[in-house]
Nanobody
Framework: QVQLVESGGGLVQPGGSLRLSCAASANIVGNVVMGWYRQAPGKQRDLVATITSGGGTNYADSVKGRFIISRVNAKRTVYLQMNSLKPEDTAVYFC?????????WGQGTQVTVSS
């Protein structure tokens, strides 16, 4: 079992920035892919960004150029820097640990973009 603890969510005005953090209870090296997903009320959970242990990244089209995912393997931590936030970015953001056929999820952190 891998525990994931997210932090950094909150209320921000449109155009603002937030940085989310996800601390894992296990090593995140090797074939572990870490990711961020989000779920708005009444909608399905969608991919935001993923990052491999080697630093390869993948982003949803809706966040390309605005969000940056990064990881510090020695700290077992993944970050999501979110810039130029829009109201449509409002959602609960979940951290994901993926290894083979196994997935673990954090409890989620609320991000609200509103004036």
């Amino acid at each position: 079992q891998v525990q994931l603890v997210e932090s950094g969510g909150g209320l921000v005005q449109p155009g603002g920035s937030l940085r989310l953090s996800c601390a894992a209870s296990a090593n995140i090296v090797g074939n572990v892919v870490m990711g961020w997903y989000r779920q708005a009320p009444g909608k399905q959970r969608d991919l935001v960004a993923t990052i491999t242990s080697g630093g390869g990244t993948n982003y949803a089209d809706s966040v390309k150029g605005r969000f940056i995912i990064s990881r510090v393997n020695a700290k077992r931590t993944v970050y999501l820097q979110m810039n130029s936030l829009k109201p449509e970015d409002t959602a609960v953001y979940f951290c994901n640990y993926h290894l083979g056929k196994t997935d673990f999820w954090g409890q989620g952190t609320q991000v609200t973009v509103s004036s």
